[in-house]
Every structure is written in C-alpha cells, then in structure tokens.
C-alpha cells in the first residue's frame, strides 16, 4: 500500500515561454486506483515544447510536462491489480480502461474514461498530487514525467519487460510507437508500395521504419533539413529530398519522380500547409494520406474536394492506432527481439538537471531525442 508524501527532483515549468525550474516538489501518494512511479528515464518530444510554448490551447501552469518516460512502480492505491510495486512500467498518456465503448471498438485506441480531467491537468478525481512551494502544480497529459516520482491513473500504465533499458524504451511511450504504428496500423503500408514521409525528425524516422517493416518498396523522405537525410537512409529511405531545392511545389515534384503520386503519405510536422501537400501527392484513385503530426490550436486544413472525390483518401492517427495497455508491452518484446529499432533514435542522453538544454537542441533541430536520466 501507498507510504507518505515523497519530496523529490522535478523540472517546474512555471509559466509558458520560460525556460524549466529544477525545484523540490512533494509528490503526495495513490489514491484508489492510481499508481505512483519512480521515473527512471524520459525523453523530449515537440508536443512537451508546443505546450511549454504557450501555444497550447489546454496548456495550465504551473505544471510538470513530460509524456515519454519509463519507471518502477513505487506504490499503488486501493484497488490496483494491474501492477504491483516493483513493476517495470511505461506511462501511457492515451489509457486503456477496456470498459469504455471506444475501448470495446476494435476501430480505436481513444480511451475517453479519463480524457475530460486529463485535458485540465487533473487526476481522475479531479485533484492534483503535485505540490511545490505551497503551490499546487498540474499534470500533463495524465503522465507527467519530468519528474523523479509521478502518479498516474492505473489504467494509463503499461507493465513491461523488467529487462528492458529505461533509457531506450521510454520512447516507445510516444514518438517510436506513434510513428511505426503510423504506418502499420492506420495506413496498413502494403508490400511492394511507395510511401513519402514529411518530415524526418522521431516520428517522421518512426514512420519511415514502419513502412520499412510493412514491406514497401520505395520510400521517400522529405524534409528542409538535410542533416536528418543520413539518418532516414539508415532507417530505410531510398531517397531524400527537400522542397527548397525545387521551383515547383512539393505535391508536384513528387507525383512526377513516382508515375501519378505515392500510394501512401505521412504528414509528421504538424504544418496544415504540408498536410495539403501530402494529400496531393497522393496517387488517384487510392492513394492515402495519414496526418500524424499536430497543428497548432484553430489551424485548419484545406484541399479540393476533387481530390478525394478521385479516390484519395485522407486519415489521422493518434499513438499510432495501438491501444496502449495491451500494444506497448508487446512493442517493448519487439524491440528486445530486435525487430524494431530504438537505440538509433537516441542521439544525447543527459542528466536530468540539463533538461534546458534538451530543449535548445531540439528547437535547433540538432536531436532526434534526448533521453535523461535521473
């Protein structure tokens, strides 16, 4: 059963725009039904940096960020059975009840049974478990692993081989599994098919995998920043382009180098601009397009209804269609199997106090993922 409050090592972010505060904070224990978990290892995403940056709509502060992470279950609640203290666990920002009608639909992995207090911050009963300083400070994204020690909902864990590196598998909380699933999930990547992958940061090369795995034939990378070309080669890219390199649009560029358009496309950016054009460098007649990446709040999304009319098809995906609880542990055995890469992804590890200085090298485009150690 759950101990007393611990006090331990947590990045603040108290307020947007400003860089994070390496502070004390008091992680109160589980209640029914809630896990409290000792962060091993976490890694950076952009969605971390959108909210940071103030320009997340459900963005609350002060608040503790952080969704790619691995740990020790420390201490459970009343009425855990999933997990027990000891337990080797991923954080799952997209649940699992199984009870929900999104759960029993085999067409999702949206788990709603939390999602409302999720989006505020909030633990299911509606309270917080952070304090710092006398304030309370909000969750993110029900996961919330800048932090040394977290507590999460019991149905937003995923019980993993205790084998398995924290510092590798923490990604396959986000970025590794959303991208692959991406692929072989949502698209269903044939054999024999070419794809275009817009954009080549951690999803984009997640993705660029997947379609590897699912057997395509040709896969083409895209992105203005050549310095990721080397690393999508490696992934299984045949070729790499950027669209400043050309006077044409992109979408154009593309249908030309592959006889009428791609059979199937990524968006992995977030740039409603660049959805467009992975649209429309769609083959006709069945060509499809997946948006992976995450626009910013009010953007909007536009094309000629003429190009779905003749037989494009356009689709989204979130964690990659996999349905957490039951998915995550299985995609860690894949990766121990080595049957999907992670180690590549992994270009710094720091210790956790330099997590600033995660987040300069990714907004200059020099990481793929940082991954930081307690």
Known sequence: ??????????????????????????????????VRIKIVATALCHTDAYTLSGADPEGCFPVILGH???GIVESVGEGVTKVKPGDTVIPLYIPQCGECKYCKNPKTNLCQKIRVTQGKGLMPDGTIRFTCKGKQIYHFMGTSTFSEYTVVADISVAKIDPAAPFDKVCLLGCGVSTGYGAAVNTAK????????????????????????????????????????????????????????????????????????????????????????????????????????????????????????????????????GWKSVDSVPKLVNDYMAKKIKVDEFVTHTLPFDKINEAFDLLHKGKSIRTVLKF
Request: net charge negative; proline share 4%; glycine share 14%.
């Open 189 to 320: 990547v044939e054999p024999g098919s070419t794809c275009a992958v817009f954009g080549l940061g951690g999803v984009g090369l997640a993705t660029v995998m997947g379609c590897k795995a699912a057997g395509a034939s040709r896969i083409i990378g895209i992105d203005i920043n050549k310095n990721t070309y080397a690393k999508a080669k490696e992934f299984g890219a045949a070729e790499c382009i950027s669209p400043q390199d050309f006077e044409k649009p992109i979408q154009e560029v593309l249908v030309e180098m592959t006889d009428g358009g791609v059979d199937y496309s990524f968006e992995c950016i977030g740039n409603v601009g660049v959805m467009r054009a992975a649209l429309e460098a769609c083959h006709k007649g069945w060509g499809v397009s997946v948006i992976v990446g995450v626009a910013a709040a009010g953007q909007e999304i536009s094309t000629r209804p003429f190009q779905l009319v003749t037989g494009r098809t356009w689709k989204g995906t979130a964690f990659g």
């Open 1 to 34: 059963m759950a101990s007393g409050v611990i006090k331990c090592k947590a990045a603040v972010a108290w307020e947007a725009g400003k860089p994070l505060s390496i502070e004390e904070v008091e992680v109160a224990p589980p209640k029914a039904h809630e």
């Open 68 to 70: 790619e992470g691995a």
